[in-house]
T-cell receptor, first 114, second 110 residues
Framework: EPEVTQTPSHQVTQMGQEVILRCVPI?????FYWYRQILGQKVEFLVS????????KSEIFDDQFSVERPDGSNFTLKIRSTKLEDSAMYFC????????????FGPGTRLTVT | GDSVTQMEGPVTLSEEAFLTINCTYT??????LFWYVQYPGEGLQLLLK?????DKGSNKGFEATYRKETTSFHLEKGSVQVSDSAVYFC?????????FGAGTTVTVRA
């Protein structure tokens, strides 16, 4: 069964460093998303992406964040200068016909900023 | 924006007990509704969905009915197992994203 994959599973970085989180969505899906979950809190939407552009972003997704689909298979989230409060589990998701139909989530990348 | 109110947990049950997790939402327009489940140490898995009023989503013995008049999507299972121990999230979806509830932690004891 096709699945969304994410690498790395755990990333430790120092405050102020750049990180890139990588995702491989399900191959025939057209819509891509990033969400995050701070430990013990609810899952929060960051950004949605379709047709090589951002469809919507939350207030969390400020200028420090960017997304890219560099080739036909990868979807990346870059945090330019990490802060302690960026420590969270980051989930990538994809869907075929849009957000109103099911989104399939990857296993997540745990980002720890020290 | 869309928001979700879920029954507060944690919920602790014995095996074979009946489970209900209440979920109400506020949304602009006509969202699709989902329940996702997160097992310990794992990511989010789609449990079930409903895309229009009065639709009933079902999977693995769980059910939820889209009630537009009460803006609710309560999750039920008639007889839980230890393996159902997890965090359950109610999530409406609009044209751009899912909006998750706070999650309800369910623990089922043998």
């Amino acid at each position: 069964e096709p699945e969304v994959t994410q690498t790395p599973s755990h990333q430790v970085t120092q405050m102020g460093q750049e990180v890139i989180l990588r995702c491989v969505p399900i191959s025939n899906h057209l819509y891509f998303y990033w969400y995050r979950q701070i430990l013990g809190q609810k899952v929060e939407f960051l950004v949605s992406f379709y047709n090589n552009e951002i469809s919507e972003k939350s207030e969390i997704f400020d200028d420090q964040f960017s997304v890219e689909r560099p080739d036909g298979s990868n979807f990346t989230l870059k945090i330019r200068s990490t802060k302690l409060e960026d420590s969270a589990m980051y989930f990538c998701a994809s869907s075929d016909y849009g957000p109103r139909l099911e989104q399939y989530f990857g296993p997540g990348t745990r980002l720890t900023v020290t | 924006g869309d928001s979700v109110t879920q029954m507060e947990g944690p919920v602790t049950l014995s095996e074979e007990a009946f489970l209900t997790i209440n979920c109400t939402y506020t949304a602009t327009g006509y969202p699709s509704l989902f329940w996702y489940v997160q097992y310990p140490g794992e990511g989010l898995q789609l449990l079930l969905k409903a895309t229009k009023a009065d639709d009933k989503g079902s999977n693995k013995g769980f059910e939820a009915t889209y009630r537009k008049e009460t803006t609710s999507f309560h999750l039920e299972k008639g007889s839980v197992q230890v393996s159902d121990s997890a965090v359950y999230f109610c999530a409406p979806a609009n044209d751009y994203k899912l909006s998750f509830g706070a999650g309800t932690t369910v623990t089922v004891r043998a």
